[in-house]
Nanobody, 118 residues
């Protein structure tokens, strides 16, 4: 399993942008490459939902609710996955979690709060 550390959350006005980063601080590069990486989010009273995923081979899946606004990328050499969020809306307010999965091995970060409000 990976130890995941997220950063980049905060308060932003509607229409603004944020970039979330997730770093697998203790993994070696070859191990990180073997994990599918994803971002999930959970708003108060809601279930955790998938926002975006990028597989080991670079295949990307983006939730319809954020398609065209959010972009996920990974940098295997830096053991990092990023979520670029543009055109933020109030409904994007949630705690965002980084996720790593390889078969039955699943790791979660501690979460980072994103609040979109004027």
């Amino acid at each position: 399993q990976l130890q995941l550390v997220e950063s980049g959350g905060g308060l932003v006005q509607p229409g603004g942008s944020l970039r979330l980063s997730c770093h697998a601080s203790r993994a070696i590069t070859s191990v990180f490459r073997g994990y599918d990486m994803a971002w999930y989010r959970q708003a108060p009273g809601n279930q955790r939902e998938l926002v975006a995923m990028i597989t080991t081979s670079g295949i990307i899946n983006i939730a319809d609710s954020v398609k065209g606004r959010f972009t996920i990328t990974r940098d295997n050499s830096r053991k990092t996955v990023n979520l670029q969020m543009n055109g933020l809306k109030s409904e994007d307010t949630a705690v965002y979690y980084c996720n790593a999965q390889q078969g039955s091995l699943i790791s979660w970060g501690q979460g980072t709060q994103v609040t979109v409000s004027s």
